[in-house]
C-alpha cells in the first residue's frame, strides 16, 4: 500500500469559531484534521475549498456553484489525479456537508457524461450554468420506463430519492427500457414534464438536502451509453470512492472539535486515548483512499477488481467514520450535541450521510466478491 499523509492535526484551519470559546494562548485559531490524500497537487487550495465551502454553509445551490469556481480543484477520475479529486471533495466536505452533498452528485455526472463521449457516445456535456444530479436508485412500488416515440425516448412513471430535484436544471436517471435492463438517460428537468412529489423530508441530518420521488410525464430525454452501460463501466465504482472521500473529510471536522477541547482544556486519559484512536482512524481511511486513487488512475480498477476495491474503501473508510463519531461523542459528551449548533449539525449529517454504504449488506457483498475472486470466478 502506498505510503499516505496522515490525518495530523494543522494550526489555523478555516472553520467557524462558536461564540464564547476560548482559544487556548498562542494558537492561531481552532486546530483541524486535515483531509489529506497522499498523492494530491491540491496544495493551499485545499484551505480555500474548507473556506468556500464554509461560506456557503447549509446552502446547496450555492454549494453547487463550487466547481465552476475552482474547476482545476476537481479534475475527472482515471485521469491521472484523482487523489487531487478526491481531497478536493473532502475538503469541501470538511467545511460543510450540506455543500458537498450537493456537489459530488453534480460533479459525478460531468465524470459520467466525459466517460460516455470517451465511449463514442452522443451526449449532452455539462454547460455553463447547468447543475446536475444523478438519479440511479430503486425503490419499492415505483418504476420509472423508457419508451421511444418517433425517435425520441420519453420517461414516465416515478423515480424514489432524487435529491435537490427542484434545485437542479438537468440529471441523469436510470429507468427500464425493457422489463429486465436499465438505461441511462440526460434529462432536462425545467421543461415541466417532471414533477417533485410533495412528501416530508423529517430528516435531522442534510436537513437541506431533500431527497424524495419525481414524477415523469412523457418528460423527453436522451440515451446514455447502451442499457446496462451505467452499472458496467469502471468509473461507476470510482465514483461510490468519490462519496467516501467525502464522508473522510466530514469525519476530520468532527474529529477536529475533539481535538479543539484537548487544546482548551488539559486532557485526561481518557480523551488521550480516543484522540490517539481517532487520528490513526483517519489515517486508514486517509491511507485507503491514497491507495485507491493510485490503482484508478494506473488501470487497475476495472471490472470485478475496481468494484471489489469500492465495496473494500467504502467499508474501510465509513468504518472509520463510525469509530470517528462514536469517540467523539464518547470524548465530549452530551454539551457540544446539545448546545453547538455547528457540532450538531455536522453530526447529525454524517450520521445520514454514511448511510450510503449499506453496513452488514455491503461487507457480505465485499465477501462474495473476495471468495468470487479466490474460485476464479469471472
Not at 125 to 134: E, I, L, S
Not at 217 to 222: G, I, L, R, S, Y
Not at 246 to 257: D, P
Not at 311 to 328: C, F, H, K, S, T
Request: some cysteine.
Amino acid at each position: 500500500m502506498a505510503p499516505s499523509a496522515p490525518a495530523t492535526y494543522a494550526p489555523g484551519g478555516h472553520r467557524v469559531t462558536r461564540p464564547g470559546t476560548p482559544r487556548p494562548e498562542g494558537s492561531s485559531g481552532p486546530a483541524v484534521f486535515t483531509p489529506a490524500v497522499h498523492g494530491s497537487s491540491l496544495g493551499g487550495r485545499a484551505s480555500h475549498l474548507r473556506q468556500q465551502a464554509l461560506e456557503r454553509a447549509g446552502d446547496p445551490a450555492a454549494g453547487l456553484e463550487l466547481g465552476s469556481l475552482a474547476p482545476e480543484s476537481f479534475p475527472l477520475p482515471g485521469a491521472g489525479a484523482t487523489a487531487t479529486l478526491w481531497a478536493a471533495l473532502a475538503n469541501v466536505a470538511a467545511g460543510d456537508l450540506t455543500v458537498a452533498r450537493a456537489l459530488e452528485p453534480h460533479l459525478d455526472a460531468r465524470a459520467i457524461l466525459a466517460e460516455a463521449i470517451a465511449a463514442g457516445y452522443d451526449v449532452p456535456v455539462v454547460a455553463d450554468g447547468q447543475t446536475w444530479g444523478v438519479f440511479a436508485a430503486e425503490g419499492p412500488g415505483t418504476r420509472l420506463t423508457a419508451h421511444p416515440i418517433g425517435g425520441i425516448t420519453h420517461l414516465v412513471g416515478t423515480k424514489p430519492w432524487c435529491s435537490l430535484a427542484g434545485t437542479l436544471s438537468h440529471a441523469l436517471v436510470t429507468a427500464w427500457c425493457d422489463d429486465e435492463r436499465r438505461r441511462l438517460y440526460a434529462v432536462d428537468l425545467r421543461t415541466g414534464a417532471t414533477r417533485v412529489e410533495p412528501v416530508p423530508w423529517v430528516a435531522r441530518g442534510l436537513a437541506a438536502v431533500p431527497s424524495g420521488p419525481v414524477a415523469f410525464d412523457d418528460a423527453e430525454a436522451v440515451p446514455v451509453g447502451e442499457p446496462g452501460w451505467y452499472l458496467e463501466r469502471p468509473g461507476f465504482a470510482w465514483g461510490g470512492i468519490g462519496v467516501a472521500a467525502v464522508w473522510f473529510g466530514g469525519a476530520c471536522a468532527v474529529a477536529g472539535r475533539l481535538l479543539d477541547q484537548c487544546r482548551r482544556r488539559a486532557p485526561d486519559q481518557v480523551a488521550l486515548m480516543h484522540l490517539g484512536a481517532v487520528d490513526a482512524a483517519l489515517h486508514v481511511a486517509s491511507t485507503t483512499l491514497a491507495d485507491a486513487a493510485r490503482a484508478v488512475d494506473a488501470g487497475d480498477a476495472l471490472g470485478a477488481d475496481g468494484a471489489r476495491l469500492a465495496l473494500r474503501v467504502r467499508r474501510v473508510v465509513a468504518g472509520a467514520v463510525e469509530e470517528v463519531l462514536e469517540r467523539v461523542d464518547h470524548a465530549l459528551g452530551p454539551g457540544p450535541l446539545a448546545l453547538e449548533e455547528e457540532h450538531a449539525a455536522r453530526v447529525a449529517d454524517l450520521r445520514l450521510y454514511v448511510r450510503q454504504e449499506h453496513a452488514e449488506r455491503d461487507a457480505a457483498a465485499l465477501g462474495r466478491s473476495v471468495l468470487d475472486a479466490a474460485e476464479g470466478a469471472p
